[in-house]
């Protein structure tokens, strides 16, 4: 599936903790449809998910949870001790959440949404996903606020974020992908009136798509 053969998507993405699903929820408050390709990879992840069986096979026992999850710290300290473990890992779930999301992507249209606001974290480490919206739209805040919101939600040290952070794209990396950006350095005010202004943006470039394809 092609962005141009699907409707009107658009990708969102942003570093971690700029605040992505605050600002996909409000779009979903809106009437866009929603898809999250994180949320995704956890169903796909979680007990009986549709990738554990090829996830066992492939690391063994080691990185599975008492409950037949994926054990996420566990994977996690796999693939900085290993590089081609995040690969192998990466093999495994790529495809299933593209074609997971694609069918979301087509559900949400057909159901008689507008258009769709594809989050997908990593949007710009990941060239194959820019071929299939019709914008990018990256939600920013400064590197100190991202650490300090993921300290506080996931209780990890500066360090422990800030070596995340180097595995993603830098923010000058994704802001010159974008097409569009929200900056969400201040409250949620603010930014649900940057949305706002998007919605009403999008609503029209997906009425022009509609009308010219």
């Known amino acids: ?97 593209r074609a997971e999301s694609q069918h979301r992507c087509e559900a949400g249209l057909a159901n008689g949404a507008p258009y769709v606001i594809l989050v997908v974290p990593l949007l710009v480490e990941s060239g194959t996903y820019r071929s299939r919206v019709a914008r990018v739209l990256v939600v920013d805040c400064a590197e100190a606020t991202q650490v300090r919101r993921v300290m506080a939600r996931n209780r990890m040290s500066s360090e422990e974020v800030r070596c995340i952070m180097a595995t993603q794209a830098t923010r000058a990396q994704r802001m010159e992908a974008a097409d569009d950006s929200v900056d969400n350095d201040s409250d949620l005010d603010g930014l649900r009136r940057q949305i706002a202004a998007l919605h009403q943006k999008y609503l029209s470039l997906a009425e022009n798509k509609l009308r010219t394809s």
Do not use: C, W, Y
């Not at 690969?87 to 299933?96: A, D, F, N, S, V």
């Open 1 to 97: 599936m092609t962005e141009a053969a699907s409707g009107f998507i658009v990708g969102l993405t942003g570093g971690i903790g700029s605040g992505k699903t605050a600002a996909a929820d409000m779009f979903a408050e809106l009437g866009a449809a929603v898809v999250d390709a994180d949320q995704i990879a956890h169903e796909l992840t979680a007990p009986n998910g549709a990738a554990m069986a090829e996830i066992r096979r492939v690391f063994g026992a080691s990185v599975i949870a008492a409950d037949g999850a994926l054990d996420r710290l566990a994977m996690r300290r796999l693939a900085f001790s290993d590089a081609d473990a995040k690969l192998r890992l990466e093999g495994i779930l790529h495809p299933l959440i």
